[in-house]
């Protein structure tokens, strides 16, 4: 056989595996509800996994690659989640809801939380973005500088809570 077909062959293979999920670098802090919603993504993709292996010749062997996939990078998460539970509210810490004004007076209430539970549509920021950055540590009152894309702004502390 040509080398050019055994190439070919390898190349498609490769092409159907499904490329890893990146794990980031910063440490992998959840609040305590972060850590049961990966538990859950853990057992969802455990029980997608068994169905697809129900099916023996008939399952989709793509499918099953991503969710194997999936399960690697869950599972790692899981294995390696810190969970903070924030108690004094004297200062910003992960797990604590923060209402700020910026220099608009526009107020704004989220919450720092891990990576994978992060959503800002719903106020759920991730305690290593910039927002989450600056946020960090500060105390009522503070002013922080929120480094942004579209330039700095300036907000101010003016509520931390459990929620």
């Known amino acids: 056989m ?16 499904p490329v890893e999920r990146q794990v980031s670098a910063q440490p992998n802090y959840v609040t305590l509800s972060g850590f049961v919603q990966l538990q859950a993504r853990v057992a969802e993709l455990q029980a997608l996994h068994g169905q697809q ?14 969710i194997e996939r999936d399960l690697r990078y869950f599972n790692q998460r899981l294995q ?13 810490r992960i797990g604590h809801w923060v209402s700020f004004v910026d220099e608009h007076n526009h107020e704004q209430r989220v919450q720092l939380v891990g990576e994978d ?8 920021i991730n305690w290593g ?17 929120w480094e942004r894309p ?14």
Do not use: H, M
């Open 2 to 17: 040509s080398r050019a077909f055994v190439n070919e062959d390898n190349a498609a293979a490769q092409a159907d595996q």
């Open 53 to 66: 292996a129900a099916r023996g010749e008939l399952a989709d062997k793509q499918r099953i690659a991503d």
């Open 80 to 92: 390696s989640a810190q969970v903070i539970t924030p108690t004094s509210v004297d200062q910003v």
């Open 117 to 124: 539970q992060a959503d800002a549509a719903n106020g759920l």
């Open 129 to 145: 973005s910039p927002l989450g950055g600056a946020l960090l540590g500060a105390r009522v009152g503070d002013e922080v500088i």
């Open 150 to 163: 579209v330039g700095n702004l300036a907000i101010e502390v003016v509520a931390i809570d459990l929620g």
